[in-house]
């Protein structure tokens, strides 16, 4: 399961033939003649293509968020009960240990 896969040896590139040196000399380079200018200039193309939403789509956009905030309410819901628990009963705590306290000293 682990083991490393190789290719076959008929479908493996040459190694032989990436490492050889060139042995033709290269072309000589020859200056190409100027551009001619163009006439009119060239409508400039969309900078990102546009998107089309179908009433599917946008159904499902819509189904999407919808579940996104219903679940990311929850979450704070959840977490802001936590928080008045928890302070509810520090102040219950409180109470019992100032009585306590006061008990004492008479």
Same mark, same amino acid.
């Given at each position: ?10 479908? *493996?590139?040459?190694?032989?033939? !990436? ?6 000399? #290269? *072309? #000589?380079?020859?200056? *190409? ?5 163009? &006439? ?9 293509? %546009?998107?089309?939403? %179908?009433?599917? !789509? %946008?159904?499902?956009? &819509?189904?999407?968020?919808?579940? /996104? /905030?219903?679940?990311?309410?929850? &979450?704070?819901? !959840?977490?802001?009960?936590?928080? *008045?628990? %928890?302070?509810?009963? &520090?102040?219950?705590?409180?109470? /019992? ?10």
């Amino acid at each position: 399961m682990f083991t490393p896969k190789y290719p076959t040896p008929d479908t *493996a590139p040459d190694p032989a033939a !990436s490492t050889a040196p060139q042995t033709t000399a #290269p *072309a #000589p380079v020859v200056p *190409a003649a100027p551009a001619p200018a163009p &006439v009119a200039p060239a409508a400039p193309a969309p900078a990102r293509p %546009t998107v089309q939403l %179908t009433p599917g !789509s %946008t159904l499902a956009l &819509v189904g999407g968020g919808t579940a /996104v /905030v219903l679940i990311v309410g929850a &979450v704070l819901v !959840s977490m802001l009960l936590a928080v *008045a628990i %928890t302070a509810v009963s &520090v102040a219950v705590c409180a109470v /019992v240990l100032k009585s306590l306290l006061n008990q004492q000293g008479r």
